[in-house]
């Protein structure tokens, strides 16, 4: 049961280079997201989709694009990554809207550096 | 004034006891509350949701006072596993994931 898979589980980068996060779910869920983790900061919500073709912008999404072609998929690009991108970054999916929308699944979390 | 707010701790307390903690709320259009657990270097887990006035589930229980805007969690007979970070969020009436606040969790250590 693989729930929500998020790779890579590490990246060390330098500024100015490309990459994505890739994420997918088993689960059938319409929503999916990514957050990033800092401390001191809580979650803060970088993208988001509300099904496959449809994606919009949270709180922080600058320097980030995002595509959604596939129920399942749900990958993050870093366009030209900058050191303020280090973070922790974690996708989560959930049923949609409704009460169930707040239970997100998440994945393990990627760990990114940038140099 | 930060939407959800929550005691970062960390709360130190002896195995078994009791011990709780509370989430204050800004925004009062927040329909649904919901507890994740956060261990060390993992991803959040759902602990509890909160659709109504509270909820309960083994040992946690989570309480709703919409009058006064804060949701708390109760843990009862603490086990030294109940070490984590507790992150409390809302979800504006309507909202899906975009409709989410996440506080920055309190940080428990239940001690030997």
């Known amino acids: 049961n693989a729930g929500v898979t998020q790779t890579p589980k590490f990246q060390v980068l330098k500024t100015g280079q490309s990459m994505t996060l890739q994420c997918a779910q088993d689960m059938n869920h319409e929503y999916m997201s990514w957050y990033r983790q800092d401390p001191g900061m809580g979650l803060r919500l970088i993208h988001y989709s509300v099904g496959a073709g449809i994606t919009d912008q949270g709180e922080v999404p600058n320097g980030y694009n995002v595509s959604r072609s596939t129920t399942e998929d749900f990958p993050l690009r870093l366009l030209s990554a900058a050191p303020s991108q280090t973070s922790v970054y974690f996708c989560a999916s959930s049923y949609g809207r409704g009460l169930g929308a707040g239970e997100l699944f998440f994945g393990e979390g990627s760990r990114l550096t940038v140099l | 004034r930060k939407e959800v707010e929550q005691d970062p701790g960390p709360f130190n307390v002896p195995e078994g006891a009791t011990v709780a903690f509370n989430c204050t709320y800004s925004?009062?259009?927040?329909?649904?509350f919901f507890w994740y657990r956060q261990d060390c270097r993992k991803e959040p887990k759902l602990l509890m949701s909160v659709y109504s006035s509270g909820n309960e589930d083994g040992r946690f229980t989570a309480q709703l006072n919409r009058a006064s805007q804060y949701i708390s969690l109760l843990i009862r007979d603490s086990k030294l596993s109940d070490s984590a970070t507790y992150l409390c969020v809302a979800r504006r009436a309507g909202g899906g994931a975009d409709g989410l606040t996440f506080g920055k969790g309190t940080h428990l250590i239940i001690q030997p």
């Open positions: 925004n009062s259009a927040s329909q649904s």
